[in-house]
């Protein structure tokens, strides 16, 4: 068993403020993301729960005992790290096995933690080699066996992925995911990539500038994003925002309706639209075609709007394609716009309903609003 | 045309080759000279122009510097001080280096740059203030008033710092987060991490304690029986009728250090081009 809450907790380096009022549940066996772009904190918020930082100011607690001050040792967690953090001068099975050395147990004991930890990441084999030998996959793996050999009550990972190349992260991905099913581990995974937040994680927690945007199932973040960060930040592209007003049930965009609406008149919105719920049409919000790119699958068809503001349109490739220089028109499907306050970036109408499939989803999204 | 760039090539090697043999010679050359006049008589060393070789060495002179002259005491004496120096030296700088590197304590940049400022003052310099300070605790002339200004060294720090601060931040974090402690992290980890610059501190203050000439021989003045080895050679005999036996002496001394700058000279060299290439 083990459940983590964070409570309104900050992270202050002198005057900067690197993590502001973050509240948080992670539950057991729970896979939770905290996804955010470089410098948004959440590698100071996973580094305050493994004890490697102090906490300015709110609690953390873990099994219901608060930790603020308790050392790392004592925690009862493992970490992951982007660099992997093996030591160079141990074999394999050695580094496996040095969680184990603090812990009494019998040389027989550690020797059976570390042979079931190696079956399971799949590095028998390679248990007398050295770290230098291994490629980045497997030096990812033996991080990993590492952190499970102890079976710690929570794990924490820091972007392990982010060093390896595409092709292997893929696979890593899987691999991480079938393992914490397996072991119905607790995981707080830190990453600044979307799609690894949206393949892998029960729950993401996306953050920005030290404060938690939202936190929810990868597809309600990703179908009702909280504000315009979020909605440009998940998915691939990030979602599409322009200036638009609502009147007499059409919404207007670069002055041309694009979509009927039955929402009252407004001006001085922002609405949202992916990339996939754009269409090209006769008429509609006209754009100039800055570059239109083939990915075999489909066509994405980047351009911008007379404002300056950046659309990107995914289209079938077997449909005419408009090249560089050409002014398209596009229409929305009503039901996909997405209604942000164009001051404050919030959305508007449909919120995700109270009781959300998370009771402290809503919960610390109420107190990251009010903070 | 692929022909002239290998003649060229293969003329650059011959050069190469031509100019550093002069360079060995250049330095071989005394060394040899001390081996030789160790085993000629005392006529041969004196002769004009110089012997260069002899079919009928005299192995006897490394006899009498040993027996006779009270080289196997001084060896003794200079291998004590100079094992003493070298530990304690490698104790006191993994660990100062280990705090600078890792922990994080009150005054530590000013306590650093203390530190570093002896790496500028040279020994002689405060000759005098040590010797009053041994005499008044009652050390003169003996083997801890002999080892106990160089039981820490700035450089040794100093180099051991760097290898130690070559170690990624987070292997210190996960052997934290498995519960390590400072010492068990330094002895698991960051010691045998940082063997190829203990390693040459080692060498180094051994170069230096072996090499001690003004220490020990004021510090021995009054006492014959811990005098080293440096200091003794120039106590046998004396006279020119036994130069040879000295020689035989100094060649004795040089040689544990021929031997470790042999079986050391790749992490010497290493130690000290660390960094520079990747």
Redesign the interface.
Known sequence: MSQVQLSSVSKRFNDTTAVDALSLRIEDGEFLILLGPSGCGKTTALRMVAGLESVSDGEISIDGEVVNDVPPRYRDIAMVFQSYALYPHLSVRKNVEFPLRQQKLSKAERDEKVNVALELLVLSELADRKPGQLSGGQRQRVALARALVRQPRLFLMDEPLSNLDAKLRLQMRADIVALQQRLKATILYVTHDQVEAMTMGHRIAVMNEGKLQQIGKPADLYNKPANTFVARFLGSPGMNIVAASLSGGSVLAGGAPIATTEHPDATAINIGIRAEDLVLSPDGLPCTVVLVEDLGSEVQIISDTQQGERVTVKCSPDSQRPVTGDTIYLRAKAEKIHYFDAITGERLYDLLPQDSAVAETVATNETSESA | MASKHVRRARVNKVVRYAVLTVFAIIIVFPLYIVFLDAVLSNSQIATTPPTLFTFHPHWNNFAVAWRVGGVSHYLFNSILQTSIIVMAQLVTSILAAFAFAFLDFPFKRTLFVIMISTLMIPFEVTLVTNVQTVSSLHLFGSTVGLVIPFLATGTGIFLLRQAFMQI?K??R????????SNM?FLR??AV??ARPGIAALAVFSFLGAWNQYLWPLILTDNNVSIRTLQIGIKSIGGGVDSANVQIAASAIAVFPLLVILIFFQKHLVRSLTAGAVK
């Open positions: 990624p987070e292997m974090e996960a052997a934290v987060i498995d519960g390590y068990q698991r980890v045998p991490l």
